[in-house]
């Protein structure tokens, strides 16, 4: 819920943040403070450090109005509270840090005009037939859903898909799963017809041995025989002329 400003501050885990957890929101209230906001001196801090003492919600009521921050007040609900907290850090923040921040700000955008001009990719003309027809056939590959009139939408949706869901280690993972989810056939011997009834047991089974053995074979020759049509159609596909014996191919 407050993942992305927590993160902008530097909150040690924003993506673990239980505010509904008391022990939870009065360690991430003594943390602003001490951290980003400060408030107050640190000597006078030690009310809203002491997250386990009775007293703590009367400091941190004092806390609220001592900030002055308008709508901000123990009465409101506690997602409301650190939402206007976490704005005042911020902006405190970006006080703090002006100069650093606009000059980061400006080298990038220095950076993004060269990459402009030497990047292919800046130079593609996302609203062209080809490209638009391009993206459509991948789109249909990859069952990606189509947003209207929004095709930078739709190719970052196909580039988030193939880096996710087909680079090589997913694309492993996905063949292991399966390869290992595969249970092999067993076969017995009473489940296969000899094709020959023979009274004596022993003998009836040596011939569905022999059976399955000949068709193994017919297998391996018709392996070869396809391996042969192929090699014959490579040669026949890429015909050499010799003008010296009169003839085309080898």
């Known amino acids: 819920m407050f993942e992305r400003k927590l993160t902008a501050l530097d909150y040690h885990s924003p993506n673990n943040f239980d ?12 943390w602003i403070e001490n951290q980003k906001i400060r408030l107050y001196p640190i000597e006078e801090r030690a009310s ?41 850090a911020i902006r405190l923040e970006y006080t703090d ?12 955008d220095q950076l993004m005009k060269q990459n402009s001009e030497t990047n292919p990719l800046e130079k593609i003309d996302y609203n062209s037939k080809d490209f638009v027809a ?10 990606v859903p189509t947003k209207l009139n929004d095709n930078l939408t739709v190719l970052q949706a196909i580039s988030k898909l193939i880096t996710e869901k087909l680079n090589p280690k997913s694309v492993q ?12 056939i067993q076969l017995t011997l009473n489940s296969i017809n000899s094709g020959v009834e023979c009274k004596d047991p022993v003998l009836n089974d040596a011939v569905k041995v022999l059976r399955l053995l000949h068709i193994k ?13 192929v090699s014959i159609q490579t040669i026949t596909a890429n015909p ?8 085309v191919g080898f």
């Open 19 to 30: 505010y509904q957890n008391e022990k939870s929101f009065r360690n991430f209230i003594s």
């Open 48 to 88: 809203l450090d002491e997250i386990d003492s009775d007293e703590w919600y009367k400091a941190f009521e004092k806390y609220l109005t001592d900030m002055d921050i308008e709508n901000l007040s123990a009465e409101i609900p506690r997602e409301e509270q650190i939402e206007i907290i976490l704005s005042h």
């Open 97 to 108: 840090n002006m100069d650093k921040i606009n000059t980061f700000r400006a080298s990038q």
């Open 134 to 143: 391009g993206m459509n056939r991948i789109q249909c590959l990859l069952n």
């Open 173 to 184: 993972a996905f063949l292991d799963e399966n390869k290992s989810s595969k249970e092999p």
């Open 217 to 229: 074979e017919l297998r391996d020759l018709q392996t070869k025989i396809n391996e042969t049509i």
């Open 240 to 247: 050499k002329t010799d003008s010296s014996l009169g003839k």
